[in-house]
């Protein structure tokens, strides 16, 4: 074989002289330290209809900050103890009268109205009420106002569905009835007319009126109270009964003792109004007897409600729509 010998040009000797001068006069490199890894900034967000940031090439550069090593450190603003000392007396009050005010709110709130001066009770008229709840269904009944109950039917025990004394009043035995239910007479007794009683008599009759259950009581003012619950076979036979033959828009149909001239009480809040309870609210209107009455018809369901309320002088609006209330509630 024939060798061929590689000839080098004077171009390519020169740089490889050159590459070879570096390499002798290069310094050692010195081994570099660790170096800890510094966690990525997160992205920053460019606001794409930002307009673009744009600088002057012919503007001089900013001078540089320079630091006189030798110059004497700034002295120390010192504090006025006595400012300290006030804005710390300050900052303690207000603490305090914050403390303070929050404990007095949060103690009204814990207590009862008759605990706290111009919040009692007893400067609004209400009456003392024991507590009031509805008694139980029987197994597997619906509540008079489910759906599944199409009867409009109260099945708890009408007589448990009477509104309670409240406390301090005097029982009315008159309307205790027998085993808690009361003769229809002594309903119709409320009726001022001979006639009338006679035409309720046989409304009862002739839309079967199942059972009557009532209470009544006076408290301390001399307020006579008298509640009675009517219950129908349905809601519908009630409804008819209360809205076209006992009670209208403005005045009863027919008067209750003592009261001759009756109409709407429009003073009764409406916001008081109970769910699925129609309501007629009435007052004696003046000049009026030695008492004053008040009067509501409630329908509830297959029950309608008489509440009558006299006093003598005035009778007060307060218990009255109280009574009413509470009542409706128990029924509802």
């Known amino acids: 074989m024939t060798e061929q010998t590689e000839q080098t040009t004077p171009v390519e000797q020169a740089e490889q002289t050159e590459q070879v001068e570096q390499t002798e ?5 010195e081994p570099q330290a660790a170096v800890t890894p510094v966690p990525e900034a997160a992205p920053a967000v460019v606001d794409p209809l930002a307009p673009p940031v744009t600088v002057d090439p012919l503007a001089p550069p900013a001078p540089p900050v ?3 090593p030798l110059a004497p450190p700034a002295p120390r603003v010192k504090k006025d103890r006595r400012v300290l000392r006030a804005v710390l007396r300050w900052t303690a009050a207000v603490v305090v009268f914050g403390a303070v005010g929050t404990s007095a709110a949060y103690g009204i709130t814990r207590m009862e109205r008759t605990d706290v001066p111009g919040l009692a009770t007893e400067t609004d008229g209400r009456w003392d009420y024991p507590t009031i709840s509805k008694p139980p269904l029987p197994s597997g009944s619906p509540a008079p106002f489910a759906d599944a109950n199409k009867a409009g039917a109260h099945y708890a025990d009408l007589r448990k569905l009477v509104l309670p ?7 009315d035995a008159a309307l205790g009835g027998e ?4 003769a229809r007479k002594t309903f119709l007794a409320e009726y001022a007319e001979k006639v009338d009683r006679e035409t309720v008599a046989q409304l009862l009759t002739d839309y079967g009126l199942r059972h009557i259950a009532a209470r009544g009581w006076t408290t301390q003012d001399g307020t006579h109270t008298r509640i009675y619950l009517l219950q129908f076979n349905t809601a519908a036979v009630a409804d008819e009964v209360i809205t076209t033959k006992l009670a209208n828009y403005d005045s009863p149909q027919y008067a209750v003792r003592g009261a001759a001239l009756t109409e709407r009480d429009e003073k009764f809040p409406e916001r008081a109004a109970v769910d699925e309870i129609t309501r007629f609210a009435y007052t004696e209107s003046k000049p009026y007897g030695a ?9 509830a369901g297959d029950t309608l409600a008489l509440i009558v309320q006299s006093r003598k002088g005035t009778a007060q609006a307060v218990p009255f729509q109280q009574t009413v209330i509470l009542q409706s509630q128990l029924l509802g």
């Open 291 to 299: 008492e004053q009455v008040r009067q509501a018809y409630l329908s």
């Open 179 to 182: 085993d808690g239910w009361l």
């Open 66 to 68: 320079t630091v006189d």
């Open 165 to 171: 004394a409240p406390k301090d009043a005097k029982a």
């Open 25 to 29: 006069q290069a310094p050692p490199v």
